[in-house]
């Protein structure tokens, strides 16, 4: 196995290869990802330097499914965890145009990308493969139920089964939803639990250090700030020209460029001392 080690920055010599090799499946699927996105989640899923599985909440048709199974893939890090009813009830899922359920079309992007056997997929609620949960996470993909509710659920059932030095990364934070954004901010960014954060596109990411956590407090504070502008401007806020105008201003004033790898794997190093 060729991932980052719990205890240094050093990334698979492939890496650059293997993200490529991702996007590349990601870009093949329905959904909604852009290549930033993509190929950081690639990476998250590549160098997180942590042991334990991938989950991902809300699979919808698959896009990100795939990129997460041909990294797990590669480098032999066990299957996916992929839970996603695929119906669509809650307001903030994707529309699906008619079609009763995402599943047959989740089930043939996996089969395209040929990863089908390496993709748990549970076609049910995360609430409820959650009663039954009991192995370590390394990486926790929350794309689901984008409201306050659903998204503060998600992290609440399975950041308990997060190992130190794992990450926990939310779609859409920078989006007209709610929840991301409002959990991003308020669960994560707020908390001890975790240390280094940031956001790429629209994925808030931090990486949950519950034993030293504290040592990062003024720089998520400091993202903290500008990303809780957005939270009266989300779904629920009036929405009229000046408001649109003003949430741009804002989002644009967080930090979510493209993330070089090399850099990011120094933030998310663990000291020995940390480490698991």
Not at 124 to 137: E, M
Not at 208 to 218: K, L, Q, T, V
């Amino acid at each position: 196995m060729s991932v980052v080690s719990p205890e240094t920055a050093e990334l698979p010599p492939d890496l650059d290869a293997a993200i490529d090799a991702a996007w590349q499946q990601i870009r093949a699927a329905p959904g909604f990802l852009t290549e930033r996105e993509g190929r950081f989640l690639a990476l998250l899923a590549a160098a997180t330097p942590a042991r334990g599985t991938i989950v991902e909440i809300g699979s919808f048709k698959g896009k990100s499914t795939v990129g997460l199974a041909t990294i797990a893939a590669r480098y032999g890090t066990g299957p996916v965890v992929a839970m996603d009813p695929h119906t669509a009830p809650s307001a903030t899922d994707p529309d699906l145009e008619g079609q009763a359920s995402s599943w047959e079309d989740f089930t043939a992007s996996l089969r395209r990308a040929g990863v089908a056997e390496v993709v748990e997929a549970h076609r049910a609620f995360s609430r409820d493969v959650a009663a039954g949960w009991s192995r370590p996470i390394r990486l926790l993909w929350i794309d689901g139920d984008h409201t306050y509710a659903g998204a503060r659920e998600d992290l609440d059932l399975y950041l308990p089964h997060v190992v130190p030095g794992g990450i926990v990364a939310l779609h859409d934070v920078l989006h007209d939803f709610d929840g991301p954004i409002r959990v991003f901010v308020h669960d994560m960014l707020a908390s001890n639990a975790f240390g280094p954060a940031g956001v790429c596109g629209s994925i808030g990411w931090a990486q949950y250090r519950p034993e030293d956590g504290d040592r990062f407090a003024s720089e998520r504070r400091r993202l903290a700030r500008r990303a809780a502008r957005l939270i009266p401007l989300s779904s629920g806020a009036p929405q009229g020209t000046l408001a649109k105008l003003r949430y741009k201003l804002w989002r644009a004033r967080v930090p979510h460029g493209t993330v070089l790898p090399a850099e990011w794997a120094l933030r998310v190093t663990m000291p020995p001392e940390a480490a698991p």
